[in-house]
């Protein structure tokens, strides 16, 4: 039942028939001071239009971007506890959780194990495969992800798999396309063998528990998600290969649209420029990139407190219509001036183009190259950035950065060499050998593998295990302190503990039951399993604009409301939402396919293509599956 207090007035409201309109109980049952039922159905009306009012405009910011996600969720309990549809307790209850603090424990132990080495140890001998042939490389490549994907978040394992799968694709001249898909793809379905797979089974699994329902194990899910994995790599090796789409990897230049010059430029004697810091010049703010400075036999990249001397040679980019233009005013004279793709000043003053790559947990995300300081930092200079398709090749500086995106930097040999081992920064090439403690690695993997198997032989409750196997990274100085805090993603878990308090949100106030009753009406001719299946077709299509763990937490509440109005289990109905959240892969808005979206020159359509069979497919596994596992009948 759910309670209404006003003032101290309690009101009960009763369960809502499926095709009746709702109706509040008699004033005769309102305790203590009576409310008329007019001004009780205007207030409950009221918080239902709140709620759902705020459920657009949350769905409308997640899927803008404008605002970051943490932002949104923080400002949606704001709202709902200003003007009381939850109370202050219920707002935050869930930042305390044990959900949250075994997710945090994860992140821990997951970054540990992969900072240090081991992983990439392991890539490393993966980008040695012998030569083969496109099938032969899905054959193992899939199984291998999705088998780390079930333990281990699917963004970070993608991130650490695209270097050495780029290396195969050159040795064994493939087209990357081929062969990335199918490994972010597998990463994403190789989250549902298991609660730890991704952030989404863990947060309804917490939320399952909070409602009474079910406390899931970690190895609830495996048989649904090892049949999902082998319907996977059954359809990708047969109808997605041929529909993955092959495309060669052209020149950078090409790729990026990069059409302007660079040129090197001597500051002549009385030149305006004398004196003036570099990055504050007249040639700086008339929109030239400064790529380094000649000075005598020095060859050097020019930081904060830099300042032009004379007779300075100085390597710039720009337009060459503006250098023409600027030419006079300052005082230079023009050296040289040549395209990018001729032999060119670059290769004499020894400096290489290369791709990098933004990962989604990067620092670098939502800041501007000038605001992280880029150039300083990594001792590169941004030349154009690629976003899902679209290039910036113009005020570059003032861009501000996402996950995801492809940047084509310039910098000599040995800052490409300094970027391994950075997680700020994927570079996109032959991937060494890292000299990290290996030996720590494998204790930290030691003990994940002891917290699971405490677990699934129930010596300790899930969340101690996990808080535990962390904490004991933190005592073998595997990693320290400060830095398991700096590792985990604090955004991730202020969205599901958000969510999961905009799920009470709904509760108190009927919108879950108000959404239950029409999702029911339109679906009740297919019965219980078809309305099922309509909670499952709504969390796929809500997951294109939102996240896959705050889909299901908005879905999650509607659809246990509408079991317990079935008279079914509402466990079946939690676990096709969590799952169907996990599969779909219909656009590249998924994390993991934003960050192959670039290295493999995909396209919107692309994603479609692929995925959307694959989902619905995968969708039909679910809806068969589930109430086997997890029966409707109560």
């Known amino acids: 039942m759910n309670w209404l207090e006003r003032e101290g007035k309690k009101v009960q409201l009763p369960k809502l028939e499926l095709k009746n309109q709702v109706n509040l109980l008699p004033c005769a049952q309102v305790l203590i ?15 239902i239009a709140i709620v759902l009012g705020l459920l657009v405009l949350a769905i409308v910011l997640f899927s803008t971007e404008k605002m970051s996600v943490d932002v949104v969720t923080l400002l949606l309990l704001v709202v709902l506890a200003t003007t009381g549809v939850i109370t202050a307790r219920e707002a935050f209850e869930a930042f305390s959780s044990d959900f949250i603090i075994m997710l945090a424990s994860i992140f821990v132990i997951t970054h540990t194990i992969e900072s240090s080495g081991v992983l990439d140890a392991l890539s490393d001998k993966i980008s040695k495969t012998k030569t083969a042939k496109t099938f032969g490389v899905l054959v193992w490549m899939m199984p291998f992800t999705g088998l780390l ?21 050159k040795r064994s001249s493939l087209s990357p396309s081929l062969l990335l898909m199918p490994m972010a793809f597998a990463s994403i379905i190789g989250g549902t063998c298991s609660l730890l797979g991704t952030s989404t089974n863990i947060a309804v699994s917490g939320y399952l528990a909070k409602e009474g329902i079910h406390s899931l194990g970690i190895f609830d899910i495996t048989p649904i998600g090892l049949v999902l994995m082998a319907t996977y790599l059954l359809y990708m090796l047969t109808v997605g290969k041929w529909l993955l789409p092959e495309r060669k990897s052209s020149e950078l230049i090409e ?6 010059y660079m040129s090197e430029v001597k500051i002549l004697p009385g030149s305006k420029l004398i004196g003036q810091s570099v990055y504050d010049s007249s040639i700086a703010n008339s929109g030239f990139i400064i790529l380094s400075i000649i000075r005598g036999d020095k060859n050097f990249y020019p930081y904060k407190n830099s300042h032009f001397e004379e007779n300075d040679l100085v390597l710039i980019k720009g337009n060459v219509k503006d250098l023409l233009a600027v030419k006079d005013k300052n005082g230079i004279d023009i050296v040289a001036d040549i395209l990018w793709n001729n032999q060119n000043i670059g290769e004499k003053r020894n400096l290489q183009l290369r791709e990098v790559l933004i990962p989604v947990k990067s620092e670098l995300n939502g800041q501007t190259v000038k605001s992280a300081d880029f150039r300083n930092r990594f001792g590169l200079v941004v030349v154009a950035i690629n976003r899902i398709g679209h290039n910036f090749t113009q005020k ?16 000599t040999p040995e800052k490409f060499v300094n970027l391994h081992g950075d997680h700020e920064l994927i570079y996109l090439d032959e991937h060494p050998v890292s000299p990290k403690k290996i030996k720590q690695g494998i204790a930290a993997i030691s003990l994940f593998v002891g917290a699971v198997l405490l677990t699934t032989f129930k010596v300790l409750p899930i969340d101690i295990a996990f808080v535990a196997a962390a904490l004991g990274t933190v005592l073998l100085g595997i990693i320290k302190p400060a830095d398991a805090y700096h590792k985990i993603d604090w ?3 202020v969205l599901i503990a958000g969510m999961s308090a905009f799920g009470t949100a709904m509760k108190n106030s009927g919108a879950d039951a108000f959404l239950a009753r ?8 297919f019965g219980p399993s078809g309305i099922m299946f309509g909670f499952m077709l709504i969390t796929v299509l809500l997951t294109q604009p939102m996240s896959n763990a705050a889909a299901a937490l908005v879905v999650l509440p509607i659809a246990l409301q509408s079991a317990e109005q079935l008279q079914v289990s509402p466990l079946a109905f939690g ?35 692929v995925g959307g069979p694959l989902t619905l497919v995968l969708m039909g596994i679910i809806y068969f599956l589930v109430p086997i596992f997890f029966p409707l009948n109560i």
């Open 255 to 260: 790729n990026y649209k990069v059409r302007e």
């Open 149 to 169: 994907s079930a333990f281990m978040n699917n963004t970070t394992l993608t991130a650490l798999l695209i270097p050495p799968i780029l290396a195969i694709a």
């Open 396 to 411: 570059i500086g003032s861009t501000e950065l996402r996950g995801g995106d492809l940047l084509l930097v310039q910098g």
């Open 491 to 493: 955004r991730m878990l």
């Open 33 to 47: 001071q009576p409310l008329s039922c007019a001004k009780l159905h205007r207030l409950h009306n009221m918080e």
């Open 518 to 525: 029409h999702v029911v009406l339109l679906f009740e001719g």
């Open 575 to 609: 676990i096709a939402v969590m799952l169907s959240a996990s599969v779909s892969i219909i656009t590249p808005f998924e994390p993991s396919c934003i960050l192959i979206y670039g290295p493999g020159k995909y396209k919107f359509i692309d994603f479609i293509k």
